[in-house]
């Protein structure tokens, strides 16, 4: 179903996702554990990134809130990319038809709405949590992938070999499921790849509003938010957290930019030959 270069992508993603499950557990120190004779410490040879105002190993905090961050990042991707490209499909086979017509008032409609006011109106009513803040985000944010592969569906449907494997007697489901969609959920996967440092910043942005992680799980977005009171006296209590999501958004960012050039010198190169 994937070319190698959605395949390097998925690889690429699921092996930063491993590092940073694995990682968290190297650490000596529980990041849940209080000490209060060693509160705002400054990095040493002990605590390499020094600890917060309760005391806590900031470094072991920062490794296990990016494990959590990636891994239900990650989980929303894909999710939302399978929907996308079921639906996705479907619609593209009903071309003109009412499903398809269903599809695009949906899509319209979720595409006009803000994610971040949308998540957060439905979080205060069934309560916060980043499972559910990625549930209700998987529900909105398939409607781009989706759109992705309807058109490719689309155009797909009238080349000569699908034509000719209907003309064949092959049932339609597998002509759309088997035949058609392999080859149309590439630039779909691609997108959402590019689409993942918004994600792990989403994350951060609702803890930072305390709909996302709750306490006393470690969070980027939430440690940054309690971090704010002591920047002019323990900067390094916010430095840590904010350059840890930095260097995740970098590092998502530069794999899709990779995989997208190669994929973009490959498609030009078959083209001039």
């Not at 398809?100 to 205060?124: G, Q």
């Not at 009171?229 to 930095?246: D, R």
Request: charged share 10%; proline share 5%.
């Amino acid at each position: 179903m994937f070319n190698n270069s959605n395949r390097t992508i998925l690889l690429a993603l699921c092996l930063i996702t491993v590092f940073f499950l694995v990682i968290p557990w190297c650490s000596k120190y529980d990041p849940l554990v209080i000490s209060m004779t060693e509160r705002l410490l400054p990095p040493s040879q002990i605590h390499w990134l020094g600890t917060d105002d309760l005391g806590r190993d900031l470094l072991s905090r920062v490794l296990h809130g990016i494990a959590l961050t990636l891994t239900v990042s990650v989980v929303a991707l894909l999710s939302s990319l399978f929907i996308g490209a079921l639906l996705g499909a479907l619609a593209g086979y009903y071309y003109s038809r009412w499903p398809d017509r269903l599809f695009c008032w949906i899509a319209d409609f979720l595409t006009s709405l803000p994610f971040l006011l949308v998540v957060a109106a439905i979080l205060s009513v069934v309560g916060p949590g980043l499972v559910k803040a990625y549930a209700v985000l998987t529900a909105i944010m398939w409607t781009n992938p989706a759109r992705i592969v309807r058109a490719e569906v689309i155009r797909t449907l009238l080349l000569d070999y699908v034509v000719a494997e209907r003309a064949m007697g092959a049932p339609e489901w597998k002509i759309l499921f088997v035949t058609v969609l392999p080859t149309c959920v590439d630039s779909a996967v691609l997108f959402s790849v590019g689409y993942l440092p918004e994600i792990v910043a989403l994350e951060a942005g609702l803890s930072f509003l305390g709909l996302g992680v709750q306490p006393p799980q470690p969070s980027l977005g939430k440690m940054i938010y309690d971090s704010v009171t002591y920047i002019g006296t323990a900067s390094w209590v916010a430095l840590s957290p904010a350059t840890a999501l930095f260097l995740i958004v970098l590092i998502i960012q530069g794999v899709a930019w990779a995989v997208g050039t190669r994929r973009s010198q490959v498609s030009l190169y078959q083209w001039k030959n």
